[in-house]
């Protein structure tokens, strides 16, 4: 591969980091004109999330796995052009079932491309700047997830169907574009990556971990936005200009959280992360006034990537014979957390509203530290050499 292309290659790395949260939050502020064309409410049309979502969680149980058997770069490719396949679907829909299975497998394709390109970049990337590298990656999915609903609602005004045009010539771009070139021994006598290399016990706690960062941190967006309404009157414009503060923190600060794992070590940064999260929610459900809430909300979103960036860099730095399998079940359960989250703390905030940011703050005070995996520290060396 040529220098060109090797550098392209690599910048498809980081714009597939961008493209997935874009994918799962571009409905978001569509959803009224959703609603207009199937027929159907805005409250109903915001299944389109869910149908993106829980396909996207439930592969990834075994989609890094499969993608390491089937190889990396084939894997990903065809993963760009199936989600291009039901971008242009979900754009040429008229009836909301043919609409929902297209976000279906929109979900399903991102599956397999997230948890490959985290590998791909740990294979491309020297050891002591992982940590960095994984930073830029965390910092292009912020920005994702961040811009997803302001653009999704520009192209609404407009013709909601634009976006998934949008997204589909991205996805065939990215296809084009590929990943670099995986560099792992073949054989007879080389094993195959197995799902049970995967669902290791160190794997399953940080992908606790991530899910308590993830569920107690970005995941009560939700309950953010039910105390600004319910203490302070504020109305949906201005819940939604409050709650973009953690993802814009999160796209400025990620790249330098990195960098700090490289010097401290992933397990450091998570306790930092952990720490810092429960504190800020214990600010957040006391506040008195509205601007201390969008600054700690804000702080929020810095301790959401202490936790994430720290997870990812530890999973991939501990896991050699299948880094894809680790990552795609430390994402799963990741996002299985912030799936739960508001069935759990919804009916404990209408019971107690400060309760309901305690009980998330202790479990990243006490329950993250506990959970938390052994593993390399800062340039990959032994937890006991820099980390103890």
Same mark, same amino acid.
């Given at each position: ?7 392209? #290659? ?127 990656? !965390?910092?292009?999915? #912020? ?32 296809? #084009?574009? !590929? ?123 810095? #301790? ?85």
């Amino acid at each position: 591969m040529n220098v060109r292309r090797a550098a392209a #290659a690599r910048a498809g790395l980081y714009a597939g980091a961008f493209l997935g949260p874009f994918g799962g939050g571009i409905t978001v502020a569509m959803l009224p004109e959703l609603g207009a064309s199937f027929g159907i409410s805005a409250a109903t049309a915001s299944v389109s999330v869910t149908a993106y979502l829980v396909p996207f969680a439930a592969v990834m149980l075994v989609s890094g796995t499969l993608g390491e058997r089937w190889g990396r770069h084939r894997t990903v490719v065809v993963a760009y052009l199936v989600y291009a396949a039901a971008s242009v679907l979900a754009a040429l829909s008229t009836a909301l079932p043919v609409f929902l299975a297209a976000r279906a497998v929109q979900g399903l394709a991102n599956g397999f491309t997230s948890p490959l390109l985290l590998a791909a970049l740990a294979s491309a990337t020297a050891p002591d700047v992982l940590g960095r590298a994984v930073g830029w990656f !965390g910092s292009l999915q #912020a920005a994702g997830q961040t811009s997803a609903p302001l653009l999704g609602g520009v192209a609404a005004e407009v013709d909601w169907r634009y976006a998934f045009w949008g997204v589909a010539l991205v996805a065939l771009g990215l296809a #084009a574009v !590929g990943i670099p070139p995986e560099e792992r021994p073949s054989g007879p006598d080389v094993p195959r990556p197995s799902l049970r290399s995967a669902w290791r016990g160190d794997v399953l706690r940080a992908g606790i971990v991530a899910a308590l960062g993830w569920g107690c941190l970005s995941g009560l967006n939700f309950l953010v936005a039910l105390r600004v309404e319910d203490a302070f009157g504020l109305g949906s414009g201005e819940r939604g200009l409050l709650l973009t503060g953690l993802g814009v923190a999160g796209l400025f600060t990620a790249r330098l959280i990195g960098g700090a794992a490289d010097r401290i070590g992933p397990r450091r940064c998570v306790l930092i992360g952990g720490v810092l999260g429960g504190l800020l929610l214990i600010g957040i459900g006391l506040a008195p006034v509205v601007w201390v809430v969008a600054a700690l909300w804000a702080l929020a979103g810095v #301790a959401t990537q202490f936790v994430l960036v720290g997870v990812n860099t530890l999973v991939l730095r501990g896991s050699t014979t299948n880094p894809a399998g680790s990552m795609s079940v430390v994402q799963a359960v990741r996002f299985g957390g912030g799936a739960l989250s508001p069935l759990l703390v919804t009916p404990i905030y209408h019971a107690d509203p400060l309760t309901a940011f305690l009980l998330p703050a202790a479990l990243l005070l006490v329950a993250v530290p506990v959970a938390l995996p052994p593993g390399p520290t800062a340039a990959g060396r032994p937890a006991g050499d820099a980390d103890a």
